[in-house]
């Protein structure tokens, strides 16, 4: 499982703010405790001190954000906090111009979230000039006062080699292990997976399920994803399909599409459940949905054979070649290489599907070809 995201653009776990980030705060004047609980309800930040739940970065409703935090600052301008989660507000809009004015205005107060923000937003250049040096410094030194949020950011830049940071996975596992202590599921998460897979660590599957089972416990759906997985395939534990079907559940019921796509698995295969091809077309369904190049292969599996559904050769086709097209070379591989595994009729939807996207001017007769074989390697990265 890949370390979750971090940089603009992705899914950001940028600026975690909570009452203790309020320390720096200029003003003795209060908010209306309405006005500022619905700010920090639709703008606030998960995992940083005293695990304030928060929300992440991609649930905010930036309009009822912005207009609740206004309202908020109408009541009390003097507030930095309140300007840091305006900012993360815009942020979640995609008006980085706006987002960083209301960061440096927090940082100019002494609020130790709106220094880390910024610091991202010099490194990156959003909404403004970049200025890397003048960021990175800004988020060590925040991040050596204590910031959870400056300290998870460090030892994400550490682990990926960003920010002009070489890579040092030790620097990283120690920024991380810093956030974590303070509560950081994230930061959790991403220690877990260093440990389970040995990545510049020694791997340490106990330490990497004890980790995730933290990060769960404090709502982590992607370490619930993790700790199904660790049953399933007894990493730090033995194996048990029942205990991998509860945790992939508790994930799937957070919309995680990792989980929903194993859990389809298991009630494909009858593992740790009564196989029940139905809930796997299901699950498939909604995983593919939300993305997964893997659940697309196996709808289209489902739909070939008619298993949880009506047989559909075109339906099938089409669910595998939306998963190559999201980057399945292993469903790529098995196509052409071995396309006596697929009915003739997926083929020939395949190549009705390839036609009509102006990538195949072959025959239409359900045999695989060079050119066929060529069209379809013309699929990695096209747009559904």
Not at 153 to 173: I, M, P
Not at 333 to 340: D, I, Q
């Amino acid at each position: 499982m890949p370390i979750h995201g971090l940089w603009l653009g992705l899914a950001l776990h940028l600026g975690l703010a909570t009452a203790q980030g309020a320390a720096g705060t200029a003003g003795t004047e209060t908010a209306s405790p309405s006005a500022e609980a619905e700010c920090y309800r639709l703008a606030g930040e998960p995992f940083a001190p005293p695990a304030f739940k928060g929300v992440a970065l991609d649930d905010i409703e930036p309009d009822a954000a912005i207009k609740a935090c206004e309202s908020a600052r109408g009541i009390n301008a003097k507030d930095a906090m309140l300007a840091d989660l305006m900012g993360r507000a815009y942020q979640a809009r995609g008006d980085f111009v706006n987002a960083r004015r209301f960061f440096e205005e927090a940082s100019r107060a002494g609020n130790a979230y709106g220094s880390a923000n910024l610091a991202w937003f010099l490194i990156e250049g959003a909404g403004g000039d970049a200025d890397p040096d003048k960021g990175l410094s800004m988020l060590k030194a925040v991040a050596r006062e204590g910031n959870v949020l400056a300290q998870y950011t460090l030892g994400s830049a550490y682990r990926e080699g960003r920010a002009g940071l070489e890579v040092n996975v030790a620097e990283a596992v120690s920024w991380l292990q810093k956030a974590a202590d303070q509560g950081h599921a994230v930061a959790l998460y991403d220690l877990a997976i260093l440990y389970r897979e040995g990545d510049g660590v020694k791997a340490d599957p106990a330490r990497s399920l004890e980790l995730l089972e933290k990060a769960a416990g404090l709502g982590d759906v992607d370490s619930m994803a993790a700790l199904g997985y660790a049953h399933e395939q007894g990493l730090g534990t033995a194996v048990d399909f029942g205990a991998a079907r509860t945790w992939y559940q508790k994930a799937a019921d957070g919309n995680q599409i990792d989980a929903m796509t194993n859990l389809g698995r298991l009630y494909e295969a009858g593992e740790g459940v009564a196989q029940d091809y139905g809930r796997a077309f299901a699950l498939y369904q909604a995983a593919a949905a939300g993305g997964s190049p893997i659940a697309m292969a196996n709808l289209a599996n489902l739909y070939e054979f008619g298993m949880g559904t009506d047989p559909s050769p075109k339906d099938a086709a089409y669910w595998l070649a939306r998963s190559i097209m999201a980057g399945n070379m292993d469903a790529l591989g098995g196509l052409v290489e071995a396309p006596e595994e697929y009915s003739p009729d997926v083929l020939q939807q395949l190549q009705t599907f390839l036609v009509a996207r102006g990538l195949y001017a072959g025959p239409v007769d359900g045999v695989m070809s060079e050119p066929m074989a060529a069209a379809l390697r013309k699929l990695p990265g096209e747009q559904p």
